[in-house]
């Protein structure tokens, strides 16, 4: 274990970027909560030895975050990073979007991410970090995705508040923006989607999530940084003129 080892709690932890960013901070000498509804998240934890344990718990649920970050904190004493991760996608152009998904998204994207900041803030001193994970969707529009466009969108209004905020407990918080991540739900896409969406990256390739995930890792160690948005696509939303 690092000298220096902080708490980080992660959520969304199970799979995805989630895991990543739970794995390099832990291969870094960190402990690490990693939390997420599913209970694939116990052996995801499992894996990573002594410095992971696995909680399950839905974000979108406020009364089971208080309940698990207090679980969290009689396990490891206090946390020092905060990754608000967990999210949930629903397509569909406005006129078909049900009021469900939308409800759904926003609870979990965007008030999961409220809950668990405020939930995990009395147990955080100065030298601690709030990671936000938007997407590149909640920057420029994509048909079919207001819902998950919202979300994003909020979270980067939460993000600038919370930097406010939080800069006199000397707590920092920034948004990292992965763009298209090599993740289950697009692997399931055809040759010829991966290929019309790669050809919008100017890398022209998508990210791996450990890529996303060392960005993450930093953006949590900087000390003068907040508030910002750090893209992390490979130049998607550079060849919109957005960021």
């Not at 938007?134 to 980067?156: I, N």
């Not at 939080?166 to 896409?189: C, D, F, Q, R, Y």
């Not at 060392?214 to 953006?219: D, Q």
Request: aromatic share 4%; with cysteine.
């Amino acid at each position: 274990m690092a000298a220096d080892a902080k708490v980080w709690v992660v959520t969304g932890a199970s799979r995805g970027i989630g895991a990543a960013i739970a794995t390099v901070a832990a291969e870094a000498g960190h402990r690490v909560a990693m939390v997420a509804r599913s209970e694939s998240v116990l052996s995801a934890a499992e894996a990573l030895g002594e410095m992971a344990t696995g909680f399950r718990c839905d974000v979108a649920d406020s009364e089971a975050v208080n309940a698990t970050v207090d679980q969290i904190i009689e396990h490891y004493g206090r946390i020092d990073v905060v990754v608000n991760n967990a999210g949930v996608h629903r397509g569909g152009k406005v006129h078909r979007l049900t009021d469900e998904a939308w409800q759904e998204v926003l609870q979990v994207n965007l008030t999961g991410a409220m809950s668990t900041t405020r939930a995990t803030l009395p147990h955080m001193d100065a030298g601690g970090a709030v990671v936000n994970v938007g997407a590149v969707v909640g920057f420029r529009g994509f048909p079919g995705d207001s819902a998950y466009a919202s979300s994003k969108a909020g979270l980067s209004g939460l993000t600038k508040a919370l930097a406010i905020e939080l800069a006199p407990k000397g707590i920092t918080a920034n948004l990292v923006i992965p763009g298209l991540v090599l993740t289950e739900m697009t692997a399931e896409l055809s040759e010829t989607a991966l290929e019309k969406m790669t050809q919008q990256i100017p890398m022209r390739r998508f990210a791996g999530d450990h890529e996303i995930a060392e960005v993450v890792y930093w953006v949590a160690q900087s000390r003068y940084m907040t508030g910002a948005s750090v893209p992390v696509d490979g130049g998607l939303l550079s060849s919109f003129g957005v960021v």
